[in-house]
């Protein structure tokens, strides 16, 4: 299965990188994701930022973060996928490298979408279960 079917319809939520970390925590929480892309346009990706990078962030430096900006923690080496790419090589892909967002691009390298982990294994579990009902049927049909 590829990813064109999980990201259809699907809405990817953007930050800038100027932004304050302040508003990144809000826009995590408004949007209910762990995961933000930044983006000066909405098209070009400049980063990701996650919850993760915030915790990150804070041992010694609490008394800063506010005023920090997104620039200050967001992951600058973006790894990416397609529409195209499979389910399974995403899913590779997550696991190796512990990641656990991934944005969509088109062709010219503009953002589609984002992917989680948790559409992963949605999926993943939807599938297994459509097989193991088919398997089911077919036991069922033969006797």
Same mark, same amino acid.
């Given at each position: ?6 990201? *259809? ?7 800038? &990188?100027? &932004?304050?970390?302040? #508003? ?14 930044? *983006? ?5 990706? #400049? ?5 993760? #990078?915030?915790?990150? &962030? ?53 953002? +589609? ?14 599938? +297994? ?7 089911? #049927? ?6």
């Amino acid at each position: 299965m590829k990813i064109s079917s999980i990201i *259809s319809g699907k809405k990817v939520e953007t930050i800038s &990188a100027s &932004a304050s970390v302040h #508003d990144l925590v809000n826009s995590l929480n408004a949007h209910h994701v762990g995961a933000l892309v930044v *983006s000066s346009d909405g098209k070009k990706i #400049d980063g990701i930022v996650s919850e993760r #990078d915030v915790v990150r &962030a804070m041992p010694g430096k609490l008394d800063q973060l506010e005023g920090m900006h997104v620039r200050d923690i967001m992951t600058v080496e973006v790894h990416t996928c397609t529409a195209d790419t499979t389910v399974a090589e995403l899913m590779t892909m997550m696991t190796e490298r512990r990641i656990r967002h991934v944005p969509v691009v088109g062709p010219e390298g503009n953002l +589609l979408s984002i992917v989680s982990i948790g559409d992963v294994v949605k999926n993943h579990v939807s599938e +297994l279960d459509s097989e193991r009902q088919a398997l089911r #049927d077919y036991v069922a049909s033969g006797n």
